[in-house]
């Protein structure tokens, strides 16, 4: 019912920036919190940033001072702005929804813990 695709991944030196959409598609509703996660190589998904509907942030540790998410309720999409990235950055990048509800024909549908497919972001040295 609800899809979230992501984009804006790439190659980039150390020292630049990348910024990611996620947008999500779908006969939605409300979208509550939205995320950014990645994973590396060998590593578990971890939370990078996250926002919720009403503009509340919250970074990892990692992400401080150098990531900003953002996102366009109108147009349920969220961003995730990197400057100042660093090789230790690289991994593909996940947008998550964590509670979506949608419309189904005469009634609302919910869909829990929406997953993007992932971007690529490589951060060479």
């Known amino acids: 019912q609800v899809q979230l695709v992501e984009s804006g991944g790439g190659l980039v030196q150390a020292g630049g920036s990348l910024r990611l959409s996620c947008a999500a598609s779908g006969s939605i509703f409300s979208i509550n919190a939205m995320g950014w996660y990645r994973q590396a190589p060998g590593k578990q998904r971890e939370l990078v940033a996250a926002i919720t509907s009403g503009g509340s942030t919250n970074y990892a540790d990692s992400a401080k001072g150098r990531f900003t998410i953002s996102r366009d309720n109108a147009k349920n999409t969220v961003y995730l702005q990197m400057n100042s990235l660093k090789p230790e950055d690289t991994a593909v990048y996940y947008c998550?929804?964590?509670?979506?509800?949608?419309?189904?024909?005469?009634?609302?549908?919910?869909?829990?813990?929406?997953w993007g497919q992932g971007t690529l972001v490589t951060v060479s040295s």
């Open positions: 998550n929804a964590d509670e979506v509800i949608y419309y189904s024909g005469s009634y609302y549908g919910q869909e829990l813990d929406a």
